[in-house]
């Protein structure tokens, strides 16, 4: 059974087909007579995240161009239409060479053409909703897929009876991070998304004059993107701060599992891998994402209980650590926290996409 997993561009959109696609290699690997054997290959762009990550995982990776649309203007629109018909091009090509027998695709601009394409081929499509908003590609392909995983259930409504609740699929190792009572250094994780986010390195960096006091204390593990890193890299260096700064974390379940508390983005995948992992979060939703859908995802995870949220129009470096030090003196808040973060978590979710794309693989 051949499954293409349509899938690139950025973390948010790569993890959660690895999930599900490490959930049916494991399947097919047990070998116990009633799971078929899967052959499972990747499609993204030629970005090189995908290309990092994919093979790391041990599956293959095509790759075609694409270009997304939404959200810019002028020249740059121009160019990313022009684009277009050397991704249908391509994305014709790839299926054609491959015949997949189900297309799991996670959104974003090199979904919309794969996708639209195998449906008008008759190929069964299975599209994952992380956000709890959805957002314009699958919105747009809501009315050709066969069904629809979404991870919040008021994420259905594009989908009518297509939808299927299951959850975010986040790969196992975050659902083994155990509670973890905060002792000194104080363990602050903070994560801009896979790309890094400059307005939190800047607001980080304008934060640290003023956690001078809590050097010694205060342990903190940054990842930048490529852009900022050796910036942020030398700012902690010269402030004295005990601090682990990478462009992009490979281990992310074992940072995690080694923070007390986390500074993050709220891409869909951000958030199911803290609720997976149990672990506190002050969440800055990115305000360009499309349809505002980060900060639906953080309102989801405030109104739990789970996080608290800046808006990054307010994030200042005096709100910031002073939100990051009212948290250091309340371990009790962030035990709380960290409960209901977990509670909101779906440790089937890849269970729940895989069993939905076998039946797909098994009947058409």
């Known amino acids: ?14 993890f959660p087909a690895l999930a599900v696609a490490e959930e049916l290699r494991t399947r097919s690997e047990r070998g116990d007579g009633n799971a078929p054997r899967y052959e499972i290959e990747f499609l993204g762009t030629r970005r090189p995240l995908e290309a990092k990550l994919i093979p790391a995982a041990g599956f293959p990776l095509r790759t075609i161009a694409a270009a997304g649309l939404k959200g810019i203007g002028g020249w740059r629109k121009l160019h990313n239409l022009l684009v277009l018909p050397r991704t249908a091009v ?56 066969r069904a629809a995983a979404v991870g919040f259930e008021q994420a259905a409504w594009p989908y009518g009876k297509k939808a299927h609740l299951t959850g975010h699929p986040v790969r196992h190792a975050f659902f083994e991070i155990s509670p973890r009572p905060p002792t000194l250094p104080f363990s ?14 800047q607001a980080v960096v304008g934060s640290l004059p003023l956690l001078r006091s809590d050097v010694g204390r205060i342990r903190i593990v940054h990842q930048t993107g490529e852009p900022d890193y050796n910036d942020i890299r030398k700012a ?20 995690l599992e080694q923070a007390d508390l986390v500074v993050s983005r709220a891409g869909a995948t951000a958030v199911a891998e803290l609720s997976a992992a149990g672990r506190a979060a002050l ?15 953080a309102r989801a995870m405030e109104g739990a209980g789970a996080a608290r949220v800046i808006v990054q129009s307010e994030l200042k ?43 797909f693989a098994r009947n058409g």
């Open 1 to 14: 059974m051949r499954i293409l997993m349509v899938a690139g561009g950025t973390g948010g959109h790569i």
């Open 90 to 145: 391509e994305a014709a090509a790839v299926l054609r060479e491959f015949q997949p027998h189900v297309v799991v695709g996670v959104g974003g601009y090199v979904a919309g053409p794969v996708m639209l394409e195998a449906a008008l081929l008759d190929i069964p499509t299975v599209l994952i909703e992380p956000n709890a908003r959805p957002g314009f590609t699958n919105r747009v392909l809501a009315p050709v897929v």
């Open 188 to 201: 602050l994780l903070i994560v801009g998304g896979s790309q890094g986010s400059r307005a939190i390195n």
């Open 236 to 255: 902690y260096q010269e402030q004295g701060f005990l601090a682990e700064v990478d462009a992009f974390i490979m281990d992310m379940p074992r940072a």
């Open 283 to 297: 969440l800055i939703p990115f305000p360009g994402a499309t349809d505002q859908h980060q900060l639906e995802n």
């Open 317 to 359: 470096p005096e709100r910031l650590v002073g939100e990051i030090r009212e948290l250091m003196a309340s371990p009790a808040t962030l035990a709380r926290m960290g409960t209901c973060a977990r509670a909101l978590a779906r440790p089937d979710a890849a269970v729940r996409i895989a069993d939905l794309v076998e039946a």
